[in-house]
């Protein structure tokens, strides 16, 4: 019996595939190609990514000259591009993850969300049905966010079952993406699942969202600009137990499913912000207190969401997923790989990032 389960696992790891990653220069998706480069050598993992200001390749020096790593500049909205990747390659899998993924920059340039991430979804979805029928194992997996479940209020969780109200830009083209993969599921055929997490955290993660810009500013010492009251919740999840998800479902979850993946880890703003100001002041040897001068209550985000937090029994269920980072360690390790990794928060600050969220939510 253990032997034959053993020959399972074997074949399943030889068996030749060609994955295509979207989105695998960014914050997420990089930590999901590299874990199918180094588990799977058996696979060729295409990641396609059009460099965006969120993508960089220096998330992937690790594993770029890998036999089985292939990187492809290009955008998912140019339909001529994508038809003429899949002419060339037989994937058999697609990970969608490319997107605009910034809720405040949604704010202020919404077409932009909707031009990459509903008009994008739909052209790979386009292009996976020629490719789906050819290969009766083909998937399209969509990357998804609990932000389409829109708010909660002071209790209760967002299941599988949870209707869809998004709130804001961002989440209404997930949303959107979201439903026209179900669609080409029931009106084409295609195999397909989704999966709908929490907020993430840990290295690479671009410096314009709460955990990395907080960071960064207390290191540089300035200002933390706390949303109106600072009681809105979040439930956070290390990347890289996100990226052991996505693994599983593509491996084993059921086609025309939705998984919800989330940390059972919800933090109120303000309580996660002097968290971290302690542990900086801590890592940085600055007086304690040091850091909590620097936060600074500014003007609300409009629309902003009270309270995410995920059931996440589904997965745990079903496949036997559950997070394994503690978010004292997720937070240590993520705090430890920014003061390591300067030279890389340079490179992605410069530009107009400053000036970006400066010029949003002015005290
Ligand atoms: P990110 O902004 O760090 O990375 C997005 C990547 O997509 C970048 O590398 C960018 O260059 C690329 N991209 C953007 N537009 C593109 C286009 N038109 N063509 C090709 N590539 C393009 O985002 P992330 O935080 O890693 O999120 C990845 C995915 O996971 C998104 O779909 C997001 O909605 C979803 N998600 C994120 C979180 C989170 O907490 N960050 C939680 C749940 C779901
Ligand atoms: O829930 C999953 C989502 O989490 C993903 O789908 C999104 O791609 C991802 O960006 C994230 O969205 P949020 O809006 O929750 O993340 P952000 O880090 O921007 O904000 C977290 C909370 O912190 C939110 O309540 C707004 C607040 N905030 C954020 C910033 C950047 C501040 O108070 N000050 C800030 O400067």
């Not at 390659?89 to 969608?96: A, C, M, N, S």
């Not at 900086?280 to 600074?296: A, F, Y």
Request: proline content about 4%.
């Amino acid at each position: 019996m253990f032997l034959a389960i053993l020959q399972e696992v074997k074949m399943k790891k030889s068996t030749p595939k060609s994955i295509l990653i979207t989105g695998g220069a960014g914050f997420i998706g990089s930590h999901v190609v590299r874990r199918f480069v180094n588990s799977y050598p058996y696979y060729h993992t295409y990641n396609l990514d059009a460099l965006t200001y969120a993508g960089n390749l220096e998330n992937l020096k690790d594993v770029q000259e890998a036999r089985n790593y292939s990187f492809v500049k290009g955008d998912i909205v140019d339909t001529d591009f994508i038809n003429h990747l899949f002419s060339q390659t037989k994937f058999d899998g697609v990970i969608h993850l490319a997107a605009e993924s910034h809720v405040d920059r949604s704010i202020s340039n919404p077409l932009s969300f909707v031009r990459a991430n509903v008009l994008g979804t739909v052209n790979l979805l386009n292009a996976s049905l020629s490719a789906a029928k050819d290969n009766p194992s083909f998937k399209f997996y969509h990357i998804s966010t609990d932000e389409v479940y829109g708010t909660l209020g002071d209790t209760g969780l967002f299941t599988e079952m949870t209707p869809y109200s998004p709130n804001s830009p961002y989440s209404a083209s997930k949303a959107s993406s979201d439903h026209f993969v179900r669609a080409y599921g029931e009106t084409y055929d295609l195999p397909f699942v989704i999966s709908n997490c929490s907020n993430n955290y840990g290295p690479n993660h671009f410096p314009e969202k709460l955990i990395p810009l907080f960071i960064n500013n207390i290191i540089n010492n300035r200002p933390l600009p706390v949303y109106g009251d600072g009681n809105y919740t979040r439930d956070w999840l290390y990347v890289k137990d996100h990226a052991e998800a996505i693994d599983l479902i593509f491996h084993k979850g059921k086609n025309g499913e939705t998984y919800n993946i989330g940390g059972f880890n919800e933090w109120k703003n303000i309580d996660l912000t002097k968290l971290l100001c302690r542990l900086m002041d801590k890592k940085l040897n600055r007086m304690k207190g040091t850091s909590e001068k620097l936060i600074t209550f500014v003007k609300d985000r409009p629309g902003h969401d009270l309270r995410y937090a995920i059931d996440a029994s589904k997965i745990n269920r079903e496949l036997g997923w559950k997070p394994s980072v503690t978010f004292e360690e997720g937070l240590e390790r993520t705090i430890d790989w920014y003061l390591d990794n300067q030279e890389w928060l340079d490179h992605v600050t410069s530009g107009d990032y400053t000036l970006y969220y400066q010029k949003q939510y002015q005290p």
